[in-house]
C-alpha cells in the first residue's frame, strides 16, 4: 500500500469551492481499483498563529523576526491510500482528470504531490 498526498492552495475566497470539489470526487474514488481511502484537510489560516501571540510574552515575541508566510491562499492536504502508485496515476489520469478543469479555476499555482513513505518509527 502506498500513501499519496497532495497539497495544494485555494484562492482566497475560493476554499469553499474546493472542499465541495473534493467531497464531490469521493463516490469516484470509492469506485477507482486499488482505493482505500483518503482525508482531506482545510487550513485554518491564522489560527495557530493567534494562539502563540495569546500565549507569547511581548517582550518575547519582539525578539523574533516577522517570517514571510508566503502565498496568500487557504492551505488543503490530501492524504490518500491506494495499493500502488499505477493505481493513483491510473484514476487522476482517467476519472479525476474530467474534473479537473473544474477545480483549476480556484487554486494558486503553488502545490505538491508526491507519493510518501512513513518514518515515524525506525526499522
Known sequence: MVTY??????RPGHELEVSRFYQELEPLMREAKGFHGRNV???RPGTVEAEVRRVTPAAELAAHPRHDDGPQGVQFVIVEKWDSVADRIAFSRGASKARSAQLFPHLLPAHSHEVYEDVTTPE
Do not use: N
Open 5 to 10: 498526498i497532495a497539497t495544494l492552495l485555494a
Open 41 to 43: 484537510y482545510r487550513a
